[in-house]
């Protein structure tokens, strides 16, 4: 029987362990963090289920103009929902921890399930064969790293958990921010300014690049800032910050051009750093790049024999699903079952703004460099039926298609619950599937959905 060690209870841990156990491996799983990592326990789960109730509130917004009025405890009866309700982020949060443990314990319960064994601790290689916890010794045939990620904190500007704040300290808030200025526009930086403006911050967004978010697609990221900026956000292009400092009961975020930023509290999304110190990784063989990252392949192989490597301590796509894949890819490639290499090109991400923007596939930077040929059509939501009787004008669906095959190679829907809409271009871009193919599939009337179809109809004229 092989005999497994994992490090890091992750997503790109815990799916492996499972994984493992089900080919018939001994399976151990070291962590220090607790069972589902940092994912789970204070970013992705945490954060979107504070996103969800940011989410309801952008839909009490916007319910006055389908006629929704507040009545009782004092509203008039021509009350705009808007200006009648409010969050108490003590019980949004009490919530979100709540959530977070509670799904934790339910990959605890999978993993005892699976027969796999848990150690809690810091684990280290101690050569590619031994990993080393506390005082006991485990030797291994397989072992898997998946030791993630931590934020990135700027020089000089170290949080202090009250008012400068990394996106794993927000949740022991007991009130609103009054005044958020959130550092960062990446990812990480525009879900945290959208979800806190739409629970009723006044919110601050600095980004050191001409738009938020560089590395999404442009049409997109454009419909992204015109919404920021109709609400009320502020937003501050080609602004780096230099130093966040604490001031009395506030803060002040000093900009690199002198500017000074004042707010009741700041949030750091500058990035991430990967988890790979002081595991003894470079003497056992394992090499890393310049950022600390693990060198792996498509099979999450390092360039130590029998040591893998998944999730955000690789680098490679920092989403839960592709640490998952890179785990249970590990895991096959190394216990002789089938495997695919991972395929990148056909991962779909989200961004949890409001609107949503989700992708797949080839991107717009991609072809707008010449490096594709495919052409892409872009179907406004303002358009779509359905989308009007929710009020919805903000989005669009856009498909990209190959000259001659007419093959769909990638897609991008903004909107609400985008994430859930950007599942059957995936679907095409994986299984390769034309735009006819799309075009013909019945749709519901009326659905959002139908704008991709619809994308898919006026590509075949061009295809």
Same mark, same amino acid.
């Given at each position: ?124 290689? $101690? %050569? ?5 916890? =506390?005082?006991?010794?485990? @030797?291994?045939?397989?072992? *898997?790293? !998946?030791? #993630? ?99 009395? $009961? %506030? ?5 690199? =051009?002198?500017?000074?930023? @004042?707010?009741?509290?700041? *949030?750091? !999304?500058? #990035? ?192």
């Amino acid at each position: 029987m092989a005999r497994v060690v994992i490090i890091g209870g992750g997503p790109g841990g815990y799916e492996a362990a499972s994984a493992a156990a089900q080919l018939g491996a001994e399976v151990t799983v070291v962590d220090s963090d607790g069972i589902g990592g940092s994912c789970v326990l204070t970013d992705c789960v945490p954060s979107k289920t504070l996103i969800a109730t940011a989410e309801v509130m952008t839909e009490v917004e916007e319910a006055g103009e389908l006629g929704v009025r507040v009545t009782g405890d004092g509203a008039s009866d021509n009350s705009d929902p808007a200006n009648s309700v409010r969050v108490d982020l003590s019980v949004v949060n009490k919530r979100v921890k709540a959530l977070a443990a509670a799904q934790s314990e339910g990959i605890s319960r999978r993993l005892a399930d699976d027969k796999v064994r848990v150690i809690h601790g810091r684990g280290r290689l $101690d %050569g590619p064969e031994t990993v080393v916890v =506390d005082d006991q010794r485990l @030797e291994a045939d397989v072992v *898997l790293i !998946a030791t #993630g990620a931590r934020p990135r904190i700027l020089k000089g500007s170290e949080p202090d958990g009250d008012r400068i704040l990394t996106w794993e300290q927000l949740y022991e808030l007991e009130e609103l921010p009054e005044r958020l200025i959130v550092v960062g526009s990446g990812v990480t930086g525009a879900e945290f300014a959208s979800a806190y403006d739409a629970l009723g911050s006044d919110v601050v967004l600095v980004s050191s690049r001409d738009r938020v978010l560089p590395g999404e697609d442009q049409d997109a990221a454009a419909v992204l800032e015109d919404v920021f900026k109709r609400r009320g956000m502020t937003l501050l292009g080609k602004s780096r910050a230099e130093s966040v400092k604490r001031q009395g $009961d %506030g803060v002040v975020v000093t900009l690199t =051009d002198g500017r000074k930023i @004042e707010g009741s509290h700041a *949030l750091l !999304a500058v #990035g991430s750093l990967p988890n790979t110190e002081d595991l003894g990784l470079v003497e056992s063989g394992v090499s890393l790049d310049d950022g600390g990252f693990v060198k792996v392949d498509r099979v999450s192989r390092t360039t130590a024999r029998g040591v893998y490597a998944a999730g955000d301590c690789t680098g490679v796509l920092m989403l839960a699903s592709v640490a998952a894949m890179q785990g249970r890819i590990a895991m096959s490639h190394a216990l002789g079952d089938a495997v695919a290499p991972l395929n990148l090109s056909t991962v779909s991400s989200n961004v949890f703004t409001a609107p949503e923007i989700a992708t797949v596939g080839l991107t717009q930077a991609v072809v707008d460099a010449g490096s594709s040929t495919a052409t892409a059509v872009k179907v406004p939501l303002a358009d779509n039926a359905r989308a009007k009787m929710q009020g919805v004008r903000d989005g669009f669906v856009k498909l990209f298609c190959l000259p001659n095959t007419g093959i769909i190679v990638g897609g991008v829907v903004v909107a609400p619950r985008a994430s859930e809409l950007i599942h059957p271009i995936a679907l095409a871009v994986g299984a390769r599937l034309t735009v006819d193919q799309m075009a013909q599939s019945f749709t519901v009337y009326p659905s959002v959905s139908g704008s991709i179809a619809e994308a898919a109809r006026r590509l075949h004229l061009r295809a």
